[in-house]
């Protein structure tokens, strides 16, 4: 997973994605830092999109898929 090795200026919290291990900003993932700290996993978007695909959902047209 990416961790970053240096200290750059960010105040808000971060998330880290159970499924692939990369640590998000919970602003940019629509959580407070209160949200994320009381749930109890998170998976994020290109994760949750990989597994749902991957579990036989409909891809969207446009996505490798014909439309008849």
């Known amino acids: 997973g990416y961790a ?5 200026e960010f105040d ?3 998330v880290l ?3 692939c291990v990369r640590w998000c900003h919970t602003e ?3 959580l ?3 949200e994320a700290e009381a749930r ?4 994020c978007p ?9 579990a036989g959902a409909p891809r969207a047209p446009g996505r490798g898929t014909s439309a008849s």
């Open 4 to 8: 970053p090795d240096f200290v750059f």
């Open 12 to 14: 808000g919290g971060w």
């Open 40 to 43: 109890g996993g998170y998976t």
């Open 46 to 54: 290109r994760c949750r999109a990989t597994l749902s695909t991957a």
């Open 32 to 34: 407070s830092e209160a």
């Open 28 to 30: 940019c993932v629509g």
């Open 17 to 19: 994605c159970g499924a």
